[in-house]
């Protein structure tokens, strides 16, 4: 579906429109990510509400990814406004940043998962672990869909492909690794006030 101005079109000429399609497949990908946690969280507040639930500590390494992942998310939109005001230095230092602090989520998380182990929670274990499991490794999954991105909008800003008038790779970038964060941030308060 693509949305476009009603102009009368010369011949060869390129449509307008109203939103860029990939901005558009972005946003439809958000929305279904959203609906996708937002399943997950109601099934594990309504099979916590069914018992047989253990109680037990989330993994100190989940504050620890919390914190990287919002660190992150200032660098990423200091990489944006960079973009903007066409400081290609500082672009690079930021995404660099970025990509990095990224990985350190996604080092951190799968160290998390070794903590639980540590703690006798495993995937298999009572609902209340297999939710903590299921829920972050899919957010994990969308993460290292996020660091790909930044990873190639980064060899983008190599090459000098990223600047203010070419805005859109960098712009869908910071849209969808402020939505990672926004996410993580949100399960992991759910987690702590849902246990």
């Known amino acids: 579906m693509m949305i476009q101005t009603m102009k009368t079109a010369k011949p060869h000429q390129e449509p307008e429109y109203v939103i860029n399609p990939k901005k558009f497949v972005l946003w439809l990908l958000i929305v279904a990510s959203v ?38 998310s ?71 869909g996020g660091i790909i991105f930044v990873l190639v909008t980064f060899v983008k800003s190599l090459k000098l492909k990223v600047h203010k008038k070419n805005l859109l790779t960098i712009n869908l970038c910071n849209t969808y690794w402020h939505f990672l964060g926004i996410l993580w941030i949100y399960l992991y308060v759910f987690f702590q006030l849902n246990r």
């Open 35 to 72: 609906m996708l946690f937002a399943g997950f969280t109601s099934a594990y507040i309504v099979r916590h509400g069914e018992g047989n639930w253990r109680v037990y500590e989330l993994p100190s390494l989940f504050t620890t990814s919390t914190i990287v992942i919002a660190i992150s």
């Open 74 to 144: 200032i660098f990423m939109q200091w990489a944006f406004m960079a973009a903007k005001k066409d400081e290609l230095g500082q672009i690079k230092i930021a995404l660099g940043i970025t990509l990095f602090l990224g990985v350190a989520f996604g080092i951190c998380q799968w160290f998390a998962y070794s903590q639980l182990v540590q703690n006798n929670v495993y995937l298999t274990g009572n609902p209340s672990e297999s939710f903590v499991y299921i829920i972050s490794f899919m957010h994990l999954m969308h993460m290292i």
